[in-house]
Nanobody, 125 residues
Framework: QVQLVESGGGLVQTGGSLRLSCAASGRSFSSYNMGWFRQAPGKEREFVAAISRSGGSTYYADSVKGRFTISRDNAKNTVYLQMNSLKPEDTAVYYC??????????????????WGQGTQVTVSS
């Protein structure tokens, strides 16, 4: 399994931006599809964005489409989540996840094999 470490979270005002990074260990990063999920207090962990192994396909939750961008750099074993126009409802712990094979279930947390420890994002109103 790949080991994942997120960074880049913090406190930002409404309308601000943050870029999350997720660094993966191991030499097989490019064989994993990658995703970002988030979990707010008292809520289920929800899908945010996903990217295929080559970066050629990306997927977004409707709630973040047009504001967030997922990307990856396989040479650096890193996946990113650029978050713009942040809203208070984006406040959550954000998790990076890796999937060897997700079929068509890129949105389901059950399709992911490895998870990072999470990074807190807080958007103040």
């Amino acid at each position: 399994q790949v080991q994942l470490v997120e960074s880049g979270g913090g406190l930002v005002q409404t309308g601000g931006s943050l870029r999350l990074s997720c660094a993966a260990s191991g030499r097989s990063f490019s064989s994993y599809n990658m995703g970002w999920f988030r979990q707010a207090p008292g809520k289920e962990r929800e899908f945010v964005a996903a990217i295929s192994r080559s970066g050629g396909s990306t997927y977004y939750a409707d709630s973040v489409k047009g504001r967030f961008t997922i990307s990856r750099d396989n040479a650096k074993n890193t996946v990113y989540l650029q978050m713009n126009s942040l809203k208070p409802e984006d406040t959550a712990v954000y998790y990076c996840a890796a999937s060897r094979f997700w079929g068509s279930s890129w949105y389901s947390r059950h399709a992911y094999d490895s998870w990072g420890q999470g990074t807190q994002v807080t958007v103040s109103s």
